[in-house]
């Protein structure tokens, strides 16, 4: 992590950022089993709806649903649960602002992934603060302050989403990436997902960011062009859900 910023006077507003809520649904067909129903506003309700083919598929689904709720504690997690309340709201306006800004292709997934890093350091460095006997009474302002910085810097480099073509958004990939960016970072953080499981997972992931890229690099994205995205996004589904019920 980079050194903590100078610091800054705490009287500059924190922006309240909402979550975008996307729903996987009608991807298989018309017969659908309803997963618990977790938060809204959580990168889980991605998934909230998928197919029932069987009672082994039943089974997976359960063990699915086991694993959104360990995902919505990461999630509380990387929204600073249990630090003091100007701690944990940074945190949160944090991760939700960096997360909608990839979702709306304000910012690109390398830069979105060095800020998720970035505030994974800066969790990680404040719940040691947190569980320590003698803290150090600015390590809250000075944390506040950088989260401020990078959310400036962040607000300096994206591209606004009303100047972000309609034609190369795609929301509902770039969430279900993230969701899945997470899944796999719970995994290394709880154990969760064995090396393989990960692996494969990633792998599916890899190929359609490239896809995206490429894509995407022309400034515009073609018909076939998405449909292919969205095929690859629907083996990435299958996959992870393959991994998830292993």
Sequence with gaps: MEKMRPLYPIHKAL???????????SLYGTSYYEVATTNRNSLNDLIR????????????????????ERLIVHEQRMKGAGL???????????YSAIIAALVNDEISEDYGRDLLSLHR???????????????DP???EEL????????????????????????????MINGYQVWVG???????????????????IQVSLDHLERFECLYKKDGRLMPNERADLHERLLRLTRKTIEQLSR
């Design 15 to 25: 922006l309240a950022v909402v979550v975008a809520i996307f729903t996987m649904s």
């Design 49 to 68: 709806r998928v197919p029932v083919t069987s009672r082994s598929r039943e089974r997976e689904l359960r063990e699915l649903s086991s694993i959104q």
């Design 84 to 94: 003091p309340g100007v701690m944990s709201g940074a945190f949160a306006i944090n």
């Design 121 to 135: 350091q800066m969790l990680e460095r404040s719940y040691e603060w947190a569980s320590s006997r003698n803290r």
């Design 138 to 140: 600015d390590f809250p």
């Design 144 to 171: 506040v302050n950088n989260i401020l910085h990078f959310q400036e810097e962040m607000a300096e480099r994206k591209t606004p989403v009303f100047e972000v073509p309609e034609s190369v958004r795609t929301p």
């Design 182 to 200: 997470e899944l796999l970072a719970w995994g290394c953080d709880c154990g969760g997902l064995t090396p393989g499981q990960r692996s494969r």
